[in-house]
C-alpha cells in the first residue's frame, strides 16, 4: 500500500544551523509529494511540493526534491530560525487520498 | 474569502451522544476531506468527496458519518461518540486531490 515514513523528532536545533528531516514514501506509480508545516495551535499549511521525479519543491528558503530512485523527499534549509519553530509532515498524494507520515517537531533555540 | 471554516472550536461530549462537526469553504473547491490528528499519528484521512454527492471512506471511517449536499458544506457526524473519538479533527479542501489542500482550524474534541 502507500506510506510514509518520516524522521522521529523532537528535532532541536540552535539558530542559523542546517537542517534536513527525512521522508521516504511507499507508493504505487508517481505520486505527488508535499510538505506541510503546522504551527502551535493552527490547522496544516502547505510548504512546498512536487509533482514529479528529479522536481525541486522550494519556499521560505527550504528545499525538497522528488527522488524516485531512492524514493524519497527529504526537507532543507541552510539555516534555521525560530520562527520555524513547528511540527513538519511529509505527505504523498494518490488515489484521490493524501497520506501523512507522523510528523517531526522542530525546535530552533536562540 | 474566508478560506475552510469549521466550527465548533472546542466540544466536551459524553460517550454515547451524537453531534456534527461543520466545515465550509468559499474557493469553489470540488474535493473536501476530514481527518484526525493524534499524537504520534499524524493525520489519518476519515472520509472524503471528490464533489457534490459523492463521498468515499478513508483510513478511519469507522464511527463517523459524512454527506455532500452542496459543493461548499462538508459535515462529518459522529452517532455515538467513544473515548477512542477524542483527538483534533481538520478538514481540508482542494480543487482535486492531487493538488494543494487548503486546511481549517481544526475542532479540538474531548468525549469522556
Known amino acids: 500500500g502507500n506510506s510514509v515514513t518520516q524522521m522521529e523528532g523532537p528535532v532541536t536545533l540552535s539558530e542559523e544551523a542546517f537542517l534536513t528531516i527525512n521522508c521516504t514514501y511507499t507508493a504505487t506509480g508517481y505520486p505527488s509529494l508535499f510538505w506541510y508545516v503546522q504551527y502551535p495551535g493552527e490547522g496544516l499549511q502547505l510548504l512546498l511540493k512536487a509533482t514529479k521525479a528529479d522536481d525541486k519543491g522550494s519556499n521560505k528558503g527550504f528545499e525538497a526534491t522528488y527522488r524516485k530512485e531512492t524514493t524519497s523527499f527529504h526537507l532543507e534549509k541552510g539555516s534555521v530560525q525560530v520562527s520555524d519553530s513547528a511540527v513538519y509532515f511529509c505527505a504523498l498524494s494518490r488515489s484521490n487520498k493524501l497520506i501523512f507520515g507522523t510528523g517531526t517537531l522542530l525546535a530552533v533555540q536562540p | 474569502n474566508a478560506g475552510v471554516t469549521q466550527t465548533p472550536k472546542f466540544q466536551v461530549l459524553k460517550t454515547g451522544q451524537s453531534m456534527t462537526l461543520q466545515c465550509a469553504q468559499d474557493?469553489?473547491?470540488?474535493?473536501m476531506s476530514w481527518y484526525r490528528q493524534d499524537p504520534g499519528m499524524g493525520l489519518r484521512l476519515i472520509h472524503y468527496s471528490v464533489g457534490a454527492g459523492i463521498t468515499d471512506q478513508g483510513e478511519v471511517p469507522n464511527g463517523y458519518n459524512v454527506s455532500r449536499s452542496t459543493t461548499e458544506d462538508f459535515p462529518l457526524r459522529l452517532l455515538s461518540a467513544a473515548p477512542s473519538q477524542t483527538s483534533v479533527y481538520f478538514c481540508?479542501?482542494?480543487?482535486?486531490?492531487?493538488?494543494?489542500?487548503?486546511f481549517g482550524p481544526g475542532t479540538r474534541l474531548l468525549v469522556l
Open positions: 481540508a479542501s482542494s480543487y482535486l486531490a492531487e493538488e494543494t489542500q487548503y
Open positions: 474557493m469553489n473547491h470540488e474535493y
